[in-house]
């Protein structure tokens, strides 16, 4: 019951709710989710920034924990993948800066994926990725035992993960191509629900390689201390 509200029960339960509360809150609750003066500033685009940050946390936990090359690079990328993304969210903080400075919330274009045609080739390069990280290799490997892969091989529980990302978007277009495309600060976003669940994968995969990383020095640190006084003087 705890794998399917992690995997997808609980971000989906919280998707749908901000999805309802935009669309059919009214002014109080859809300005909350998404303020009609800058949807930088609302709850949907901070809890985009939350999870990244789990995510970096999580990643600067596992750097700390990896014992080896390999797994300190693994944390190490995604440590950085992270920060650019939180970054470019954030727009650098221009946005915040601009509010605190001027008193006005403006939308400001310091991030990379919105210039031009970036977000979408980034959108496509993302998708592509997810399906072969987080569907097809979980599905091929699930019989491999090499201790390589199933160290950082995604759980086949993010199968329901992406499931759960495609009906959260399917929902919201639902919705916003019956409701004629409302004026409101997501017109012509509406995909930032399905990329507030691309953030919370990447976010549940860093804590789960942290889990597994922790598992597997323990086991380690087991292995060492059950070693014979002669074999542990030798090494």
Not at 13 to 32: C, Q, R
Not at 39 to 57: F, K, S, T
Not at 122 to 139: C, E, Q, R, S
Request: proline share 4%; glycine share 8%.
């Amino acid at each position: 019951m705890a794998r399917h509200l992690r995997y997808w029960a609980a971000p989906f339960g919280i998707s749908v709710l901000l999805i309802l509360a935009y669309f059919f809150g009214g002014p109080v609750l859809s300005g909350i989710v998404a303020p009609p003066l800058n949807r930088e500033y609302g709850l949907l685009e901070n809890l985009q920034l939350l999870i990244l940050l789990a995510a970096i946390v999580a990643a600067i936990r596992g750097l700390r924990v990896a014992d080896d090359v390999l797994g300190r690079t693994a944390f190490a990328l995604i440590a950085i993948v992270g920060t650019f993304l939180f970054l470019e969210e954030m727009d650098y903080g221009l946005h915040f800066w601009t509010l605190l400075t001027t008193g006005t919330a403006t939308q400001s274009f310091l991030n990379i994926h919105n210039q031009g045609d970036n977000i979408r080739y980034m959108k496509k390069g993302t998708d592509a990725f997810y399906v072969l990280f987080f569907m097809i290799l979980p599905l091929a490997t699930l019989k491999v035992r090499n201790p390589l892969i199933r160290r950082f091989v995604a759980s086949p529980m993010f199968i329901t993960t992406l499931v759960a990302a495609f009906l959260t978007s399917s929902i919201a277009h639902f919705f916003d191509d019956m409701l004629g495309n409302q004026p409101g600060s997501l017109r012509g976003n509406i995909a930032e629900f399905r990329e507030t669940f691309t953030y919370y994968c990447f976010a549940l995969y860093t804590m789960d390689l942290l889990a597994r990383e922790r598992r597997r020095r323990a086991g380690t640190r087991v292995a060492q201390d059950g070693m014979p006084d002669e074999m542990l003087a030798r090494r």
